[in-house]
Nanobody, 122 residues
Framework: QVQLVESGGGLVQAGGSLRLSCAAS????????MGWFRQAPGKEREFVAT????????YYGDAVKDRFTISKDNARNTVSLQMNSLTSEDTAVYYC???????????????WGQGTQVTVSS
């Protein structure tokens, strides 16, 4: 059974940083691209970032480009999201996803975690 478990969410002041992690089990992690998405109250789920199976290619949503960094540790079966310069607009539930390709459609057809709340106070 595939499990993706997010951690690291919490409350942070605007301008601060947080690091999210996602631990994967039940799948051949090295063969999967990984991604992060988020959903704010009353809004649709939004693409944040994806990373290829090897970690050599990364993709970011326009809203987080140059502030967030995704990384993948194939030895530890984890994917992380370093979030800097946070604003209230980043407040959302953040979801980890695993897919065969590092695209939005690839993630949508893959596996998902339960999410972790990130709240940025202004």
């Amino acid at each position: 059974q595939v499990q993706l478990v997010e951690s690291g969410g919490g409350l942070v002041q605007a301008g601060g940083s947080l690091r999210l992690s996602c631990a994967a089990s039940g799948l051949s992690f090295i063969n999967y691209a990984m991604g992060w998405f988020r959903q704010a109250p009353g809004k649709e789920r939004e693409f944040v970032a994806t990373i290829s199976w090897s970690g050599s290619r990364t993709y970011y949503g326009d809203a987080v480009k140059d502030r967030f960094t995704i990384s993948k540790d194939n030895a530890r079966n984890t994917v992380s999201l370093q979030m800097n310069s946070l604003t209230s607009e980043d407040t959302a539930v953040y979801y980890c996803a695993a897919g065969r390709v590092p695209s939005i459609s690839g993630m949508m057809s893959g596996y998902w975690g339960q999410g972790t709340q990130v709240t940025v106070s202004s």
